[in-house]
Antibody, heavy 119, light 110 residues
Framework: EVQLLESGGALVQPGGCLRL?????????????MIWVRQAPGKGLEWVSS????????FYGDSVKGRFTISRDNSKETLYLQMNSLRDDDTAVYYC????????????WGRGTLVTVFS | QSVLTQPPSVSAAPGQKVTISCSGS????????VSWYQQLPGTAPKLLIY???KRPSGIPDRFSGSKSGTSATLGITGLQAGDEADYYC???????????FGGGTKVTVL
């Protein structure tokens, strides 16, 4: 069974930083494109970032470009999201998932981790 | 403002059918596969439809998807109380190189 377990969510002040992790099991992690999607309270889904299986191609949504960095450690089967210069509107549940390139769907989702930015 | 446009809500009685539209453009739906996700209250989204009209194993055939041009549609027949959820369409946008979603549609079973 595929499991994706996010961690690292916390309460943080504006301008602060946080690193989220997503531990994967039950799949060939190094073969999968991985993504982060977020959902602000009471709002819809927003694409945050994706990273290729070999860690050499990344994409970011406009709202996080230049502030967030996605990375992965295939030896640890873990995905990361380094979040800097956090703003109030970054408050959301952050989900990691597996992306099927060329078919454009998120097959597996984690349960999410909550990031709250407030002063 | 979401890149893909969905109605905010739809409703029907148990046993009836609902359809949810998802409108995009040539830079996304018009040239890419569409997927649909179900998000039950308080839970993570779950893949419902992929490649426009395919169902993952375990998804009942009451759920169906279709695509025409720059629009896609999700259909739910034999509506059940357990189908009350938010439904999102999604795809890739080739002009901005990111995944995009619709704003979500809340399905209410009357």
């Amino acid at each position: 069974e595929v499991q994706l377990l996010e961690s690292g969510g916390a309460l943080v002040q504006p301008g602060g930083c946080l690193r989220l992790s997503c531990a994967a099991s039950g799949l060939s992690f190094s073969s999968n494109v991985m993504i982060w999607v977020r959902q602000a309270p009471g709002k819809g889904l927003e694409w945050v970032s994706s990273i290729s299986s070999s860690d050499d191609v990344t994409f970011y949504g406009d709202s996080v470009k230049g502030r967030f960095t996605i990375s992965r450690d295939n030896s640890k089967e873990t995905l990361y999201l380094q979040m800097n210069s956090l703003r109030d509107d970054d408050t959301a549940v952050y989900y990691c998932g597996t992306w099927a390139p060329g078919h454009e769907y998120i097959q597996h989702w984690g349960r999410g981790t909550l990031v709250t930015v407030f002063s | 403002q979401s890149v893909l446009t969905q109605p905010p809500s739809v409703s029907a009685a148990p046993g009836q059918k609902v359809t949810i539209s998802c409108s995009g453009s040539s830079s996304n739906i018009g040239n890419k596969y569409v997927s649909w996700y179900q998000q039950l209250p308080g839970t993570a989204p779950k893949l419902l439809i992929y490649d426009n009209d395919k169902r993952p194993s375990g998804i009942p055939d009451r759920f169906s998807g279709s695509k025409s041009g720059t629009s896609a549609t999700l259909g739910i027949t034999g509506l059940q109380a357990g189908d009350e959820a938010d439904y999102y369409c999604g795809t890739w946008d080739i002009s901005v190189h990111v995944g995009v979603f619709g704003g979500g549609t809340k399905v209410t079973v009357l």
